[in-house]
């Protein structure tokens, strides 16, 4: 990567924040931002930050059962079109996979299998961008 990139985390699991700050801290070029835990602060966070990665969750218990990681991907997608949006989840069932895509989501990662992918999508898809 030839900048930093910016990079946001919208999850409610401190164990899951922990990981990903430790993996994008070894990554080259990746500035993390922060985290945001609900869906009113993840609006909050990515309008002040503008970042280019957004690393989001389905589930966000603070906001369940009325809002989650779908919810914002209209948002998103109308508001910060430039923004790379990696789905990271438990909630891997295929309407899920499909909705995110379908809704606008770049990529789709099953936590508990998939995680250490997180640094590959990351720098893959800023390769592929010109940031």
Not at 37 to 60: E, M
Not at 104 to 118: I, M, N, P, R, W
Request: hydrophobic share 40%.
């Amino acid at each position: 990567m030839t900048k930093n990139i910016k990079i946001v985390t919208v999850e409610d699991s401190t164990i899951v924040v922990n990981r990903l700050k430790t993996m994008l801290g070894a990554l080259d070029g990746a500035n993390y931002m922060g985290n945001v835990t609900t869906v009113a602060s993840a609006k909050l966070l990515i309008n002040s930050i503008q970042p280019d990665v957004v690393i989001l969750d389905i589930h966000l218990a603070e906001d369940a059962p009325h809002a989650n990681g779908i919810t914002l991907l209209p948002w998103l997608k109308e508001n910060h079109p430039q923004l790379i949006i990696i789905m990271l989840t438990n909630q891997v069932e295929p309407h899920y996979r499909n909705t995110c895509n379908q809704c606008g989501a770049h990529y789709f990662l099953d936590k508990s299998k998939e995680f250490d992918k997180v640094a590959q999508v990351i720098t893959e898809s800023m390769s592929s961008k010109c940031f």
